[in-house]
């Protein structure tokens, strides 16, 4: 299984962004998505989550600003990022929760993580 984030960039602050992560390979089930942020020289932390019923939760910094939103049968994440600030800065990783054909139990997989800077 596999973990393909996109949509990183550089923007102006004020500007907008749209993350999109996608899921592949043998893949039985998918339980919740989330991203992360690592910031430089910070540790990662978490952004947003959404689970398989579609409730979300937010980081106190992002929220009215980023919307997780999810794609079940592409086994896809996205997160928009509005309004964005400097502070948004960094590297963002989606992480899911999901069992292959293979095990049949949850495990949690990363993406290689896409940078996005946002400059002032």
């Known amino acids: 299984v596999q973990l393909q984030a996109s949509g990183g960039g550089l923007v102006q602050a004020g500007g907008s962004l749209r993350l999109s992560c996608t899921a592949s390979?043998?893949?039985?089930?998918?339980?919740?998505m989330s991203w992360y942020l690592q910031a430089p020289g910070k540790q990662r932390e978490l952004v947003a989550t959404?689970?398989?019923?579609?409730?979300?939760n937010y980081a106190d910094s992002v929220k009215g600003r980023f919307a997780i939103s999810r794609d079940n049968g592409k086994n896809t994440v996205f997160l928009q990022l509005n309004s964005l600030k400097p502070e948004d800065t960094g590297v963002y990783y989606c992480?899911?929760?999901?069992?292959?054909?293979?095990?049949?139990?949850?495990?949690?997989?990363w993406g290689q993580g896409t940078q996005v800077t946002v400059s002032s």
């Open positions: 992480r899911m929760t999901l069992a292959t054909r293979r095990r049949y139990i949850l495990d949690e997989y």
């Open positions: 390979g043998s893949i039985f089930s998918v339980n919740d």
């Open positions: 959404i689970t398989t019923g579609g409730s979300t």
